[in-house]
């Protein structure tokens, strides 16, 4: 069985710093990766995935994610936040060669300080 | 546009009464799911359905039905429901199950239901 930890519900940022979403997880086999954005009062978005290739993926807003085999990690950064990236962040994993059905993290609900 | 709809959007009930929250997908997604999101609980999975008349429960299952009788509607049915189904509920399809499927998932805006 699958599972994703977000570490911190909450991670607080000054507009412009770095934003470092955490996600590691465990599967038997490396799973397909996911990160889905949710603004306030709508639905999740996809905002990039891991599938196959190059690890360090690119999504959009200036988001990208790095998938790392040997930490179980695939952690989320933005060199430089924006106000209007306060949201609230999930990541999923769905197995590979499996149902490829997802299981999500707890999310994590990321402030942007002016 | 490909989308998934929900119905309605908001919605305030009470104790009891019986109702029913749509979903409809365009993409031809032979998976859809039901979801709730609770502060501090994340997403809990309700139901699921890998294709037509095909569902199974998923993490919190009790006080829900679904049904699939059409490839592009899942709807979910509240027969008689509790205050503690007050939440957020998000509908979402995806190809999963289709060889070379990702699990990529679709999602709608998301029905918030208040039941008093």
Same mark, same amino acid.
């Given at each position: 069985?699958?599972?994703?930890?977000?570490?911190?519900?909450?991670?607080?940022?000054?507009?412009?710093?770095?934003?470092?979403?955490?996600?590691?997880?465990?599967?038997?086999?490396?799973? /397909?990766?996911?990160? /889905?954005? @949710?603004?306030?009062?709508?639905?999740? @978005?996809?905002?990039?995935?891991?599938?196959?290739?190059?690890?360090?993926?690119?999504?959009?807003?200036?988001?990208?994610?790095?998938?790392?085999?040997?930490?179980?990690?695939?952690?989320?950064?933005?060199?430089?936040?924006?106000?209007?990236?306060?949201?609230? /962040?999930?990541?999923?994993?769905?197995?590979?060669?499996?149902? /490829?059905?997802?299981?999500?993290?707890?999310?994590t609900s990321l402030i942007v300080h002016p | 546009e490909a989308?998934?709809?929900? *119905?309605?959007?908001?919605?305030? !009930?009470?104790?009891?009464?019986?109702? !029913?929250?749509?979903?409809?997908? *365009?993409?031809?997604? $032979?998976?859809?799911?039901?979801?709730?999101?609770?502060?501090?609980?994340?997403?809990?999975?309700?139901?699921?359905?890998? +294709?037509? $008349?095909?569902?199974?429960? %998923?993490?919190?299952? &009790?006080?829900?039905?679904?049904?699939?009788? $059409?490839?592009? *509607?899942?709807?979910?049915?509240? &027969?008689?429901?509790?205050? +503690?189904?007050?939440?957020?509920?998000?509908?979402?399809?995806?190809?999963?199950?289709?060889?070379?499927?990702?699990? $990529?998932?679709?999602?709608? &805006? %998301?029905?918030?239901? !208040?039941?008093?």
């Amino acid at each position: 069985a699958q599972s994703v930890t977000q570490l911190g519900s909450h991670v607080s940022v000054s507009e412009g710093a770095l934003v470092l979403l955490r996600c590691n997880y465990s599967s038997s086999v490396p799973p /397909y990766l996911f990160w /889905y954005v @949710q603004y306030p009062n709508q639905g999740l @978005q996809l905002l990039l995935k891991y599938t196959t290739g190059a690890t360090l993926v690119k999504g959009i807003n200036g988001f990208e994610a790095e998938f790392k085999k040997s930490e179980t990690s695939f952690h989320l950064t933005k060199p430089s936040a924006h106000m209007s990236d306060a949201a609230e /962040y999930f990541c999923a994993v769905s197995d590979r060669g499996g149902s /490829y059905i997802p299981t999500f993290g707890r999310g994590t609900s990321l402030i942007v300080h002016p | 546009e490909a989308q998934v709809t929900q *119905n309605p959007r908001y919605l305030i !009930t009470v104790t009891g009464k019986k109702l !029913t929250v749509t979903c409809s997908q *365009n993409m031809n997604h $032979e998976y859809m799911s039901w979801y709730r999101q609770d502060p501090g609980l994340g997403l809990r999975q309700i139901y699921y359905s890998m +294709n037509v $008349e095909v569902t199974d429960k %998923g993490d919190v299952p &009790e006080g829900y039905k679904v049904s699939r009788k $059409e490839k592009r *509607n899942f709807p979910l049915i509240l &027969e008689s429901p509790s205050p +503690n189904q007050t939440s957020l509920y998000f509908c979402a399809s995806s190809l999963a199950g289709r060889q070379g499927a990702d699990g $990529e998932l679709f999602f709608g &805006e %998301g029905s918030r239901l !208040t039941v008093l």
